[in-house]
């Protein structure tokens, strides 16, 4: 069975390198909604895959921390990334380009990461994430998997190389959230496979 929960931010980005102008020479923002796939074939005591409620903490912080941020490529132009964290408090470094199709495998590899340090409490059982979908605009998203996550051929994602505000770090309910995530024991470091 597959459950799915819906988030929203909103997040301002350059996409360097893209087909269209406006899109890769101008900063620019948009309405996006991230649905998070969970799947189990098994149902917990409540007789669901995974409550709705437990959603709400850190999965929600972290999808949160791109919200009325920018989010900017630490490939991008020195200058630009110098100028963007100097006018704007809330600001996210990636090491892959801000795409729909990098933000769902950013959010892949991080929802998975805290799912694993997540302790379950009402019998889940192999509670697994699925898939992310990032949708960017109402008629176009980008769906990422186990696979395309993790996948060297889309650019890694190593979570060491992304670095968010301090305000927006002070908006986590638990201040240490990200480094719990980065320190899992089930995290691996992309450079090392």
């Given at each position: 069975m597959i459950i799915r929960?819906?988030?929203?931010?909103?997040?301002?980005h350059v996409v360097r390198g893209c087909s269209t102008v406006k899109c890769r020479s101008s900063i620019h923002g948009h309405s996006y909604k991230v649905e998070l796939l969970f799947e189990s074939n098994f149902l917990d005591n409540g007789q669901m895959v995974y409550d709705f409620g437990l959603m709400k903490q850190n999965m929600k912080d972290i999808i949160d921390s791109f919200d009325h941020a920018i989010?900017?490529?630490?490939?991008?132009?020195?200058?630009?990334?110098?100028?963007?964290?100097?006018?704007?408090?809330?600001?996210?470094?990636?090491?892959?380009?801000?795409?729909?199709?990098?933000?769902?495998?950013?959010?892949?590899?991080?929802?998975?990461?805290?799912?694993?340090?997540?302790?379950?409490?009402n019998g889940?059982?192999?509670?697994?994430?699925?898939?992310?979908?990032?949708?960017?605009?109402d008629s176009g998203y980008a769906q990422a998997f186990r696979d395309d996550a993790f996948s060297k051929n889309m650019g890694i994602i190593n979570l060491d190389e992304i670095i968010f505000s301090d305000e927006i770090q002070k908006g986590w309910q638990d201040s240490k959230l990200f480094d719990k995530i980065k320190n899992s024991k089930n995290f691996v470091n992309p450079k090392s496979v």
């Open positions: 929960k819906l988030f929203k931010f909103e997040n301002a989010a900017i490529w630490d490939g991008d132009d020195r200058d630009y990334i110098d100028d963007m964290k100097k006018h704007s408090s809330r600001w996210v470094i990636l090491p892959v380009s801000p795409s729909a199709e990098q933000f769902s495998r950013i959010f892949f590899v991080l929802i998975d990461k805290l799912l694993s340090l997540t302790t379950t409490i889940e059982k192999e509670v697994k994430l699925h898939s992310v979908i990032v949708h960017e605009t």
